[in-house]
Each structure stands twice: as structure tokens, then as C-alpha cells.
């Protein structure tokens, strides 16, 4: 995209404009976990926390969202606000993301559009919560998250805790593995599960150092090997939450959105906040424990990307 037209679709706020001119190390946030993740006010709190943890380790925050139709590389605090208790903010991933920028409304992006607006942006690594994924059944319902799609065809580094723990875990990697997308595990072999530091399925490296992470993406790309890479970034311990209750409250809200025919983009969200009333909060907190360890993990990373 060119200049002009960059302009046209993309504004990006003073903090992240002035970084990217002087070749400072820049970290991607998503705002659907604002809009559509958390309840208020720890939405707000832990978008401010991790952009505020990101500064702390030598980076610069880049929150992104659709405001007004604009394509947002950075949000200001009022920005934050707006995001964090609007009520009408779209889910928007790939499919809804031109529509909402040419009518002029307002989207939260998710994994899949966040990396969309990073590539806009020239930012080369992201920090999120979780990766959507391929989901429970999906070899009848076909509901396979757009996230792994747009990670495959963009060159970007996504730091996660795995993909979230609702989905088919094995699938998703088997998924990720056809793509030709590298699975690291930050000083774990195994492949986190979100909630719990770990699944039964195996990561591809396990790496030990953020310097090493960032040298195999830049050599994946300057490979000319296109595409993104996983970083798993294991729950803190204190937070992990305790398998067998976390997976029975998975199990049950499965049921009920099949119950209540609920699929699609809505699924997520619906199942999420169904594990949050089985856990009584509890599932909230390691949410908002995990994106920090993971908002601290990507700035380190970063630092060797740029």
C-alpha cells in the first residue's frame, strides 16, 4: 500500500508514529479482549497494565482498533475508554474488516485483524491471550478460526498462551503444521493450554532465550520463508488453574452452545463467559494474568526484532 492510500485507511497515534520514524521496537495489542473479552473496568486496567508493562521493557504498545471507520495503530486513553465501554463495537475479524472501515463504524480487532493492521503497519511481533484455533467437532461444523489463516500468510511473531483451551488443541497444531507455521514453547516442550501451563501435545522448540526467538523469525523471513511464527508463552504458575475444574466447566458450556445452536464468532466469547460463571471469576484473573506475562514476554522479544 502506498503512502497515500495509507493515510486514507490508517492513523497511527503520536507514541507509536514517533517510535516507528526512530526504529524503536513496537509491539501489536488486540481490542476485541477490551471490547468483547473482559467485563468493565478490568478491561480497561489490563489494556492499560500490559501497554504500561510493554513500555517498561524497552518497547512501545501499539493497541489497534477500527474507530469511525479509521484503522487505528495505537490508541489514546480516551481511545482505551471508548473501546473498553461502547456498546456498539463489532467483533471484527477479516471477513467484516473493509465493511466497517468503509462505512465509517466501529470494530474491536481480533487475532486474525490485528495482523492485518500490524502488516499495514510494518509491526512484526503481537501480544495477545490466546490463539483461536480449530474448534471441538470442527471435522462436521468446519468452525476453524480465521486467526490461523492470516498467521500463516503474514510475516509476524505472535505471543500467546496457546490457543485458548475451549478448542481442539491437537487439531489446531496439526492445522499450524500444514501451514508451515514454527510452534515454539517459551521454556516449555509442551504446547500450554491457556488456563493450565500445559497439554499433552508437543510444541516444536523449545525455546530458552527472547534473543533466540527473534533470531529464527528474522531468519525465517529473510529466508524468504513467508509467514508467521507461534510463540507459547506458558501461564504463570501461581496462576494456573486447576485442569480437571477448568476442563469440566469447558465441557459444560460446550454443551450448552450446542444446546443453544451457538457457533461462529459468537461461540468464543459465549463459552468464555460461561467458564467465568463456573469458575466464579477465577478464570477472569488468570485471563488477566496470563496477557501480562505475555505483554512482558513480547517486549522482550521485540527488542531483537528491530
Known sequence: MNTEMLKKYVEFNDEVKKAMEEGKPVVALESTIISHGMPYPQNIETAKACEEIIREGGAVPATTAIINGKIKIGLTDEELE???????????????????????????????????????????IFVTGGL?????????????????EELASNDIMIVCAGCKSILDIG???EYLETKGVPVFGYNTDVMPAFFTRRSDFKVDYNIKEPKEAAEAALTQWNLGLKGGILLTNPIPLESSMDEDKINKAIEEALVEAEEKHIHGKEATPFLLSKVLEATEGKSLEANIALVKNNAKLGAEVAKYLY
Not at 473493509?98 to 487475532?111: D, E, F, K, M, P
Not at 483461536?132 to 490461523?148: K, M, N, P, W, Y
Open 132 to 148: 483461536g484455533g480449530v474448534h471441538r467437532h470442527a471435522e462436521t461444523t468446519f468452525d476453524i478460526s480465521r486467526d490461523l
Open 171 to 173: 487439531l489446531t497444531l
Open 82 to 124: 471508548f473501546m473498553a465501554t461502547s456498546k456498539d463495537i463489532i467483533k471484527a475479524s477479516r471477513r467484516d474488516f473493509a465493511y466497517i472501515v468503509s462505512q465509517g463504524l466501529n470494530g474491536a480487532t481480533t487475532v486474525a485483524s490485528t495482523i492485518i493492521a500490524s502488516r499495514l503497519a510494518g509491526i512484526k
